[in-house]
């Protein structure tokens, strides 16, 4: 059963840094792509960032590029996201989804999704 578990969430304030991770269970990813989503209240699920598991090529919102960073440890089954620079705008329920194939930025095209992991930035 694969699982996908998100941590590391927290409130922070604007122009703070913060680091989500997220284990992922139960399979081999090697031929999948895992990215991060995030939703606010009465808003769509946005594409956040995204990592090809076994090339390593990662993709970013343009709200995001620059400020964040995807990552992953294949070893570990684990990947991140470091986020610099927050701002309010950034606050959300941020989760991960993995799915096989090449990444996308449509939530309802990944495969596997963890339960998500609130990040709040405010002063």
């Known amino acids: 059963q694969v699982q996908l578990v998100e941590s590391g969430g927290g409130l922070v304030q604007p122009g703070a840094s913060l680091s989500l991770v997220c284990i992922a269970s139960?399979?081999?990813?090697?031929?999948?792509?895992m990215g991060w989503f995030r939703q606010t209240p009465g808003k769509e699920r946005e594409f956040v960032a995204a990592?090809?598991?076994?090339?390593?090529?990662?993709y970013y919102a343009d709200s995001v590029a620059g400020r964040f960073t995807i990552s992953r440890d294949n070893a570990k089954n684990t990947m991140y996201l470091q986020m610099n620079s927050l701002q309010s705008e950034d606050t959300a329920v941020y989760y991960c989804?993995?799915?096989?194939?090449?990444?996308?930025?449509?939530?309802?095209?990944?495969?596997?999704g963890g339960q998500g992991t609130q990040v709040t930035v405010s002063s």
């Open positions: 989804a993995a799915r096989k194939g090449p990444y996308s930025r449509d939530w309802p095209t990944y495969e596997y």
């Open positions: 990592i090809n598991w076994s090339s390593g090529a990662k």
């Open positions: 139960g399979r081999t990813f090697s031929s999948y792509a």
